[in-house]
């Protein structure tokens, strides 16, 4: 998974709030070995966070007003590009 794929999951993640699990160890001396004492584990929620939701949205709207703001031959340009990329996918 790229780097740009990550962050934008994780932008996602944090708008429509997420739980994760976390666990803690506690480790102590056995004669010369350390030896697991304690394990515990805690489920986290995180709420959804307004800001991330924003930012979201913000780049939705951006890129319609991006080829709004093309002209015929620019938008002719970008479908001749993109249907390049889809073949070459294949």
Same mark, same amino acid.
């Given at each position: 998974? +790229? ?7 994780? @932008? ?23 030896? @697991?004492?304690?394990?515990?584990? +805690?489920?986290? +929620?995180?709420?959804? !966070? ?12 951006? +890129? ?7 002209? !015929? /031959? /620019? ?16």
């Amino acid at each position: 998974m +790229s780097n740009n794929k990550k962050i934008k999951e994780a @932008l996602l993640n944090k708008a429509l709030g997420f739980t994760t699990q976390e666990v803690t160890e506690e480790y102590g001396l056995s004669g010369d070995d350390l030896v @697991l004492q304690k394990r515990k584990t +805690s489920t986290k +929620s995180y709420p959804p !966070d307004l800001t991330a939701l924003q930012m979201i949205l913000g780049k939705e709207v951006e +890129s319609e007003n991006e080829f709004q703001k093309m002209t !015929d /031959e /620019e938008l002719q340009k970008e479908k001749e590009r993109l249907i390049k990329l889809l073949k070459e996918k294949k």
